[in-house]
């Protein structure tokens, strides 16, 4: 396994573990309606981990290699995805 | 609240499941490493600006005095800093992924591991009361 997969898979994990934490925080604190406006995050990191996990199950099926142009896509839809998610960011 | 916390106790057991299957997947490549820290990068900016999302949203409930004002889940500073964080890791794994395409395999995987450092900042600052 390539160690630099360690971190970033770790990084994900992180992620979600800090919006459970915020969830759970506002839980304890009574505030359900700060609850309800966090759970999507937790289920969009959940997607996010699932689609990531099918594409490169995919790419280690077919063994794509790093010049392998479907790569391509995936990245462009990669930069994409990100591009909206900075948006957001006003 | 049992139940919502049931269902998100479950959430978060599936997806660290999910991870970890992740992880089984082997070998790795410089252009599957842009794709896991481009995965990794949105799922942080996402979280960022739910948290801050949600923290605005806390201010206005203060203000029409739904609720007490209670702890912030984001002060002001911190979306700043975080915001700037999203910005350079966005710009380094774009870089990034020009210079995979490229096959500059270890000038990639550099710009890689800075990225990192900065996505796992943002994670950290989506922490709020942990």
């Given at each position: 396994m390539n160690p630099l997969l360690i971190p970033l898979i770790s990084q994900l994990g992180l992620s979600l573990a800090n919006a459970y934490a915020t969830t759970h925080g506002a839980q304890v604190s009574g505030d359900m309606a700060m609850v309800a406006a966090l759970l999507p995050t937790i289920n969009n990191i959940t997607a996010a981990i699932s689609a990531t996990n099918s594409t490169l199950q995919l790419a280690h099926t077919e063994g794509w290699?790093?010049?392998?142009?479907?790569w391509d896509p995936v990245i462009a839809q990669c930069k994409a995805a990100q591009s909206a998610a900075l948006s957001r960011l006003t | 609240m049992n139940r919502l916390y049931s269902n998100t106790v479950a959430a978060f057991l599936i997806a660290t499941a999910m991870a970890l299957a992740a992880c089984a997947?082997?070998?790795?490549n410089a252009r599957e490493d842009v794709v896991v820290a481009y995965a990794s990068l949105t799922v942080a900016t996402n979280a960022f600006a739910d948290v801050h999302d949600a923290e605005l949203a806390r201010r206005e409930a203060v203000k029409r005095g739904e609720?007490?004002?209670?702890?912030?889940?984001?002060?002001d500073s911190t979306y700043k800093i975080g915001k700037q964080a999203a910005i350079d890791a966005t710009a380094l794994l774009d870089t990034a992924a020009t210079a995979a395409a490229n096959k500059d395999y270890g000038r990639a995987e550099v710009l890689i591991t800075e990225a990192t450092a900065l996505i796992n900042k943002i994670a950290l600052y989506n922490g709020g009361k942990k």
């Open positions: 290699t790093a010049d392998d142009a479907r | 997947n082997a070998p790795q609720v007490a004002d209670g702890n912030s889940l984001m002060p």
